[in-house]
């Protein structure tokens, strides 16, 4: 997974600098441009050159925010899938065959990573950490770097049995209408719900049971 470590610190960044309103090295720029809002020097968060208040590890002193917030995520454990049964396999079947698996890619294999034990190692995010556009119905309007307000990073699905909310503005606790949100104009998606839609139920609620397995 070539890449990945540099989008999690870009990822991260953001959402410091969005939904936090600290900026950082990654995105320096205030969400508030108003005069009288500017009350530090900018960037809030970046590398300590100096260390007033040291700890017990000293690399995390040093290092950004940003930068140990990546570190804590990329040494987390996976989630653990709950174990297949026929129900769940038969619904890994189907989310294979109608196109889910396009963007949700099951597997990937990470490359060569300077932190012990993470070289070579097989995980199942369930995405391809691609951009793709999802239509109108999905539609943000918010524009980050080279992605539209259409275009969304494939959300990985490890974990999404543990999840009440769905989809990127936690709209809807339906699995079914998420999957469902997936088609509108314009979407890459539509006809893989297309597909979804043309299974029969039993096939359907397979799907949903695959997913809160993961």
Known sequence: MEGTEQVAADLLGEAYNVEMGVTNEAFPNERDNTAGCQFNATPEDSTNLAVSEPTNSPASDFSSDVVNFAAFMRLLA???????????????NQFVNVGCSGCHIPQHTTAQSPFGGQSNVTLTPLSDFALHNMGTGLQDQVSQGAANGQQFRTAPLWGIGQR???????????????????ASQGSEANQVISNFNLLRASDQQAVIAYLRSL
């Open 164 to 182: 009440v909310f769905f989809l990127h503005d936690g709209r809807t606790q339906s699995l079914v209408t998420a999957i469902e949100a997936h």
């Open 78 to 92: 996976a989630p653990t899938p709950v174990a297949p049964t026929n129900t769940t396999t038969q619904g890994s």
